[in-house]
């Protein structure tokens, strides 16, 4: 074999793992402990999170007219 076989040999092999290192590296990774620790911190977080339901949609209603009408306004004339 030539160093030409040679070179075109190993650089097909770098291709194929730099196309699979998502896949292998899934497999071969140490931190997957520390992925599945994360995913489970964050179940917890997300478990002790709550809805607030409002019953006052009055006071809602109030304050969106009252940010509605403090908004500043341009006259017709500014417009043209």
Do not use: C, H
């Not at 650089?11 to 071969?28: C, D, H, N, Q, T």
């Not at 140490?30 to 995913?39: F, H, L, P």
């Amino acid at each position: 074999m030539s160093w030409l076989y040679i070179a075109l040999l190993a650089s097909a092999v770098a291709v194929v793992i730099g196309a699979e290192w998502p896949r292998l590296g899934a497999r071969l990774d140490t931190r997957v402990g520390a992925e599945a620790r994360r995913r489970r911190e964050r179940a917890k977080r997300k478990a002790s999170l709550r809805v607030v339901q409002s019953t006052d949609a009055d006071d809602f209603a109030a304050s969106v007219e009252r940010d509605l009408a403090n908004l500043p306004t341009t006259e017709d004339e500014y417009r043209r």
